[in-house]
């Protein structure tokens, strides 16, 4: 009947309006775990001492050699995206975060 018609309609732009924010939210959490994700692999690889991903490895061997902690000097580590575990979680990192179009089937 009409009436459900107009009910179904409704329902159905208010599905869209929830999906299309919910779409916003995304994009803005994997832009957000992409930039936070950065911040620690560069921090991380930069100190050589490891992380949660290459192991620590170099801390314990810094600690090996030197029990008492000591000021590391930093290099420039370029994060390359085999390394961003989170963001590469989701299917729809790159088009959120990197602006890539995505292969739809």
Same mark, same amino acid.
């Given at each position: 009947s009409? !009436? ?9 732009? %208010?599905? =869209? ?7 916003? %939210? ?11 994700? %950065? =911040?620690?692999?560069?921090? &991380?690889?930069?100190? =050589?001492?490891? =992380?949660?991903?290459? !192991?620590?490895?170099? @801390? ?10 000591? $000021?590391?000097?930093? $290099?420039? &580590? $370029? ?11 989701? @299917? &729809?990192?790159?088009?959120?975060v990197? !602006? ?6």
């Amino acid at each position: 009947s009409d !009436g459900d018609l107009a009910y179904s309609t409704y329902s159905l732009a %208010e599905l =869209n309006d929830k999906k299309r924010a919910l779409t916003e %939210e995304l994009a803005h959490l994997e832009k957000q775990i992409y930039k936070l994700e %950065e =911040n620690y692999l560069e921090e &991380t690889m930069s100190s =050589n001492y490891g =992380n949660v991903l290459k !192991g620590w490895d170099g @801390y314990l061997q810094a600690r090996a050699r030197n029990p008492q902690p000591t $000021q590391q000097k930093k $290099q420039r &580590t $370029q994060v390359k995206d085999a390394d961003r575990l989170f963001s590469l979680s989701s @299917y &729809t990192w790159k088009a959120n975060v990197l !602006g890539a179009t995505l292969l739809t089937s």
